[in-house]
């Protein structure tokens, strides 16, 4: 009789991600093994991958156990790791009050880039707070095909470049990743965003996420856009003393972003559990050669 590896769906402004709840790390996820699952032909299908792990099971993660209970081990869907998926802590909150785990409110999720603190409101949505930006100085330039633009270098415990570009459609198809310099400003490669303005601290953006390609959403794109579009704007909280908050619309809907004066950003958006199921661990081993 074949094992099954139970898994879940979900997504985030339709960032969308296989789940695999995973408490006591039992379950070998290699990258061949996530990229197989995330194919949407022969696989489930999905932008990435969230493997469910008690913290305290997870070598990455345990020495985060005493604050945050689970880890996110987050996986891109070219079976790469990344440190930080906004829609994804989201989608992981969402699935931990799905099964019980934890009820409406506060609570801690562990990740590669540190503790996130989360919150579920009764409405549905859900805040994260995603930590503070870091914008390394230096010129940075993006490039699809002949066009470039300079861009703006925004860490959000992962890597982003923020073009501001005329027309969303200037990016054009996205179907290979844009290129970048110099090299050296991002030496592990790169999620780009491409932006215009649709209001008053209201923007609109596209995606090419590293280990992905383009995707309907990325919530740590939206805040580092949010952040890159204040400056620009002559906007900073911490002088200002002020919150800033910008609208960040995506091509799956829309994310909230509020920078704090102390520099904290925290990110609201809906996540959602689509279905339940379970993977043949025969298709996978055969999947995996
Ligand atoms: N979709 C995510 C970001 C996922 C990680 C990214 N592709 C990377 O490699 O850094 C989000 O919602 O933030």
Redesign the pocket.
């Known amino acids: 009789m074949s094992t099954r590896i139970a898994f879940l769906k979900g997504h985030?402004t339709e960032?969308d991600f296989v789940i695999v709840p995973d408490p006591e790390n039992a379950v070998e996820l290699s990258a061949a093994a996530v990229a197989a699952l995330c194919d949407r032909r022969a696989g489930i299908g999905g932008?990435?991958l969230l493997h469910v792990v008690r913290s305290a099971e997870h070598p990455e993660a345990r020495s985060m156990a005493d604050e945050a209970e689970w880890f996110m081990d987050?996986r891109?869907g070219d079976g790469?790791v990344?440190?930080?998926?906004?829609?994804?802590v989201r989608v992981f909150a969402r699935y931990l009050q799905h099964a019980g785990h934890v009820g409406e409110g506060d609570l801690a999720i562990a990740t590669r880039g540190g503790v996130k603190t989360v919150h579920i409101a009764k409405d549905g949505d859900i805040t994260v707070g995603m930590g503070r930006a870091v914008l390394p100085e230096g010129d940075v330039t993006v490039a699809v095909g002949e066009r470039s633009w300079p861009a703006r270098n925004v860490n959000?415990g992962?890597?982003h470049a923020v073009a501001f570009v005329a027309d969303l459609a200037d990016a054009g198809g996205l179907f290979t990743a844009p290129s970048f310099a110099p090299a050296a400003a991002y030496p592990d490669?790169v999620?780009v965003e491409f932006v215009v303005d649709r209001g008053p601290r209201h923007v609109a953006m596209r995606?090419h996420?590293?280990?992905?390609g383009e995707?309907r959403?990325?919530?740590?794109?939206?805040?580092a856009v949010a952040v890159a579009a204040a400056r620009r704007d002559g906007v900073d909280p911490r002088e200002t003393g002020l919150p800033v908050t910008y609208t960040v619309d995506l091509p799956g809907g829309t994310l909230v972003i509020t920078e704090q004066p102390d520099g904290r950003i925290e990110m609201t958006g809906p996540a959602v559990i689509v279905a339940e199921g379970a993977i043949e661990a025969e298709w996978l081993e055969n999947a995996l050669g």
């Open positions: 985030g960032n932008d990435g987050y891109n790469s990344a440190e930080m998926c906004g829609n994804g959000m992962n890597p490669g999620n995606v996420e590293r280990g992905v995707t959403s990325c919530g740590t794109g939206a805040c």
